[in-house]
């Protein structure tokens, strides 16, 4: 699912297309190379969705499409592994791109791992424990359908009534929106009695929605092949920010021991949930850079260069989503464009 882009990135992009201006700054801008992150990899899905879930999305053919692009243009495709490498060393002889995919969807799996084997190229998988173990639901896809199904919903939490119309796109956005942001500023302890005030009497069962998520199994299979990497991302899911230093800590090296246990090798990179500076401080990144982790990413539009080797706790990654699935935009970022008009002149983008 594809949104128009701003007037402003329409024109740049459109500018850059015909003029490929963009292209002479990459020696300057480009750096080293860029760590992607995206999420899910699957066909359209046919009739209306909500945003913030589409967005996630993209097709196999424009996954396929983003590899051959940067192979066309001489990027080496690496592990996170090969990144930490080339760090270190403090340059690297070819521009190099690496593909991460948060979370722990089934198409990881199912769909994704079937075009790197073909492709034979690595990528890597930050798993968050909760989904193969079931602790985590994925209520971001149930809150879709309701809004989707139901007009209005409505339920009562904490002594509240909540009640939103969802008769139209515009309302069904709307609501979503107002109910994810309740859902996600509920403290971790009462999380599921929230989720049961929402959802009572629906329809909408949390098992349901299983076959979305990976199981210790298909991990299992995933970690077996040499061109993919299992990282951590925590257990839960949480806004670290929002939690106490020991809880950070707890939720950090947990998911790192339990897939150790599952996959029988070492866990060497994490990424933080959500990872944007909102919910990635200079204390998360202290934390979990006493991990002992050989990286650990945000998400944050930056490329990759040599003074990311005194900030290997925190290094950017470039998200690509299904809103705009268009690689005159990934050129931009590629060159580091988009990172420039967003950083300013900081070329070491870190927190």
């Given at each position: 699912?594809?949104?128009?882009?701003?007037r402003?990135?329409?024109?740049?992009?459109?500018?850059?297309?015909?003029?490929?201006?963009?292209?002479?700054?990459?020696?300057?801008?480009?750096?080293?190379g860029?760590?992607?992150?995206?999420?899910?990899?699957?066909?359209?899905?046919?009739?209306?969705?909500?945003?913030?879930?589409?967005?996630?999305e993209?097709?196999?053919?424009?996954?396929?499409?983003?590899?051959?692009?940067?192979?066309?243009?001489?990027?080496?495709?690496?592990?996170?592994?090969?990144?930490?490498?080339?760090?270190?060393?403090?340059?690297?002889?070819?521009?190099?791109?690496?593909?991460?995919?948060?979370?722990?969807y089934?198409?990881a799996?199912?769909?994704?791992?079937p075009?790197?084997r073909?492709?034979?190229?690595?990528?890597?998988?930050?798993?968050?424990t909760?989904?193969?173990?079931?602790?985590?639901?994925?209520?971001?896809?149930?809150?879709?359908?309701?809004v989707?199904?139901?007009?209005?919903?409505?339920?009562?939490?904490?002594?509240r009534?909540?009640c939103?119309?969802?008769?139209?796109?515009?309302?069904?956005?709307?609501?979503?929106?107002?109910?994810?942001q309740?859902i996600?500023?509920?403290?971790?302890?009462?999380?599921?009695?929230?989720?049961?005030a929402?959802?009572?009497?629906?329809?909408?069962?949390?098992?349901?929605?299983d076959?979305?998520?990976?199981?210790?199994?298909?991990?299992?299979?995933?970690a077996?092949?040499?061109?993919?990497?299992?990282?951590?991302?925590?257990?839960?899911?949480?806004?670290l920010?929002?939690?106490?230093?020991?809880?950070v800590?707890?939720e950090?090296?947990?998911?790192?021991?339990?897939?150790?246990?599952?996959?029988?090798?070492p866990?060497?990179?994490?990424?933080?949930?959500?990872?944007?500076?909102?919910?990635?401080?200079?204390?998360?990144?202290?934390?979990?850079?006493q991990?002992?982790?050989?990286?650990?990413?945000?998400?944050k539009?930056?490329?990759?260069?040599?003074?990311?080797?005194?900030?290997?706790?925190?290094?950017?990654?470039?998200?690509?989503?299904?809103?705009?699935?268009?690689?005159?935009?990934?050129?931009?970022?590629?060159?580091?464009?988009?990172?420039?008009?967003?950083n300013?002149?900081?070329r070491?983008?870190?927190?």
């Amino acid at each position: 699912m594809t949104n128009p882009m701003p007037r402003g990135l329409r024109l740049l992009t459109a500018f850059c297309r015909l003029t490929g201006l963009h292209r002479t700054l990459c020696p300057l801008l480009g750096g080293m190379g860029l760590i992607l992150v995206l999420h899910r990899v699957l066909p359209p899905s046919p009739g209306p969705r909500i945003m913030a879930n589409a967005r996630i999305e993209i097709t196999p053919d424009f996954l396929e499409q983003l590899i051959l692009f940067f192979r066309g243009r001489g990027y080496d495709i690496v592990s996170l592994d090969q990144v930490h490498d080339r760090i270190c060393r403090g340059s690297s002889e070819t521009p190099f791109v690496c593909f991460t995919f948060d979370d722990g969807y089934a198409d990881a799996l199912e769909v994704i791992h079937p075009v790197f084997r073909r492709q034979q190229a690595p990528f890597a998988v930050y798993l968050i424990t909760g989904f193969p173990d079931r602790l985590l639901i994925p209520w971001w896809y149930m809150l879709e359908d309701l809004v989707l199904r139901r007009d209005p919903v409505c339920f009562t939490w904490q002594g509240r009534e909540y009640c939103y119309p969802c008769s139209d796109a515009d309302q069904r956005e709307q609501a979503y929106a107002a109910i994810r942001q309740l859902i996600l500023a509920t403290p971790a302890g009462e999380l599921d009695g929230c989720l049961e005030a929402i959802f009572a009497g629906t329809g909408i069962r949390s098992g349901d929605y299983d076959h979305l998520l990976l199981t210790w199994d298909m991990v299992r299979r995933l970690a077996a092949d040499p061109l993919v990497t299992i990282g951590a991302h925590t257990v839960h899911h949480f806004n670290l920010r929002e939690l106490p230093p020991d809880m950070v800590r707890r939720e950090i090296l947990a998911s790192r021991q339990v897939i150790e246990e599952h996959i029988g090798g070492p866990v060497r990179h994490f990424a933080y949930p959500f990872g944007s500076p909102a919910e990635v401080g200079r204390r998360e990144v202290e934390i979990a850079g006493q991990c002992g982790f050989a990286t650990c990413t945000m998400v944050k539009e930056g490329t990759i260069v040599a003074g990311h080797r005194d900030h290997l706790a925190a290094l950017p990654r470039v998200e690509v989503t299904g809103r705009y699935q268009d690689l005159t935009l990934v050129d931009l970022r590629r060159c580091g464009v988009l990172s420039l008009l967003r950083n300013g002149l900081q070329r070491v983008v870190t927190l």
